[in-house]
């Protein structure tokens, strides 16, 4: 049997397997559903290291894409934050639209991250982790890039970071998505 935290890094760890590159499968997906569910599934690694969320969430926004993609991006994005954390705190993540696009921004109060850093982020197989491999952040660029979205990310060393991440709002006049 495993622990339920066990049973939470093999989920994160599913989530976050380049092995599986995603194709098709675009739907209709309500965003702030989505992040609750995933900060559901991260209570327990938070929590074991005690921090929790805080969910500030606005719009209730759509966005056009594969539900599996988009929890790449959360998980991996999320989970680096609670592991730049040294000590009890809060991720928080706000949602709200800006224009055409939904607006995801994570916060975290952790380690933070140098100009230098900042400037290699998301290149493959840079990580500062022991047992990082580095890849989870060019995962996610790459798919936002694939949706013509863009992350942002601003940062001060032991302070905290902060991800932007915009992607595309599904517009009811849109035509349906293709299955
Ligand atoms: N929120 C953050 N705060 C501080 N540093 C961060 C944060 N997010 C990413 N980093 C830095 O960027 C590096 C790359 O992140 P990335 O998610 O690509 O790989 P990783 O977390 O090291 O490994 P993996 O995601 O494959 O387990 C991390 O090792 C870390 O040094
Ligand atoms: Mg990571």
Redesign the pocket.
């Known amino acids: 049997m495993l622990t339920e935290l066990e049973y939470t890094q093999v989920i994160i760890n599913d989530y ?1 397997s380049l092995a599986k590159p995603q194709t098709g499968n675009v739907q209709v997906i309500p965003l702030n559903d989505e992040i609750q569910k995933i900060s559901d599934l991260l209570t327990s690694f938070a929590n074991n290291r005690n921090i929790g969320f805080r969910l500030d969430l606005r719009d209730d926004l759509h966005i056009n894409m594969n539900p599996i993609e988009l929890k790449q991006i959360l998980v ?2 999320m ?3 609670i ?2 954390m040294n000590n009890p705190g809060f991720i928080k993540v706000e949602t709200e639209q800006e224009r055409t696009m939904a607006k995801i921004r994570i916060t ?1 109060t ?4 140098s100009k230098e ?1 900042l400037a290699i ?2 290149t493959p197989f ?4 022991e ?8 995962v ?1 660029y790459s798919i936002v890039q694939k949706y013509k979205g863009k992350i942002n990310v601003q ?1 001060e060393l032991n302070k ?2 902060s ?1 932007t991440i915009y992607l595309p709002l599904y517009m009811e006049q849109q035509s349906p998505p293709i299955q």
Request: net charge positive; charged share 15%.
């Open positions: 976050l991996n994005i989970k680096n934050g592991e730049s975290d952790g380690v933070g991250l850093q982020l998301g840079y990580s500062l982790k047992r990082g491999t580095g890849i989870g952040l060019t996610c940062s905290g970071t991800f």
